[in-house]
Nanobody, 125 residues
Framework: QVQLVESGGGLVQAGGSLKLSCAAS????????LGWFRQAPGKEREFVAT????????YYADSMKGRFTISRDNAKNTVYLQMNSLKAEDTAVYYC??????????????????WGQGTQVTVSS
């Protein structure tokens, strides 16, 4: 099992940047693919980005490409989400998630077994 705790959310102006962190506890961190999802009020949780367990290859939702960067530091058991050029529509609760080894990117909520509690990101226009 793995436990996940997000941090780094907050209030930022449109065009600004934030870096989210997700610290994992438990064993075998390097055996988990990690993902970021977000959920805005009244909307379903949606995929943002994922990073593989094997070679740290990343995959993004189309609307995040070029603005968001996912990375992981296996020595610190932490995954990051760097968010640039933020827009008001990026306002949401951001969740970190983990899934056991898989050879393909996971983009669906049900593909992830472990979730953090979420961190609020608010972008003012």
């Amino acid at each position: 099992q793995v436990q996940l705790v997000e941090s780094g959310g907050g209030l930022v102006q449109a065009g600004g940047s934030l870096k989210l962190s997700c610290a994992a506890s438990g064993r075998l961190f390097t055996s988990y693919a990690l993902g970021w999802f977000r959920q805005a009020p009244g909307k379903e949780r949606e995929f943002v980005a994922t990073i593989s367990y094997s070679d740290s290859s990343a995959y993004y939702a189309d609307s995040m490409k070029g603005r968001f960067t996912i990375s992981r530091d296996n020595a610190k058991n932490t995954v990051y989400l760097q968010m640039n050029s933020l827009k008001a529509e990026d306002t949401a609760v951001y969740y970190c998630a983990a899934r056991w080894r898989s050879s393909r990117p996971g983009v669906l909520v049900h593909e992830y077994a472990y979730w953090g509690q979420g961190t609020q990101v608010t972008v003012s226009s």
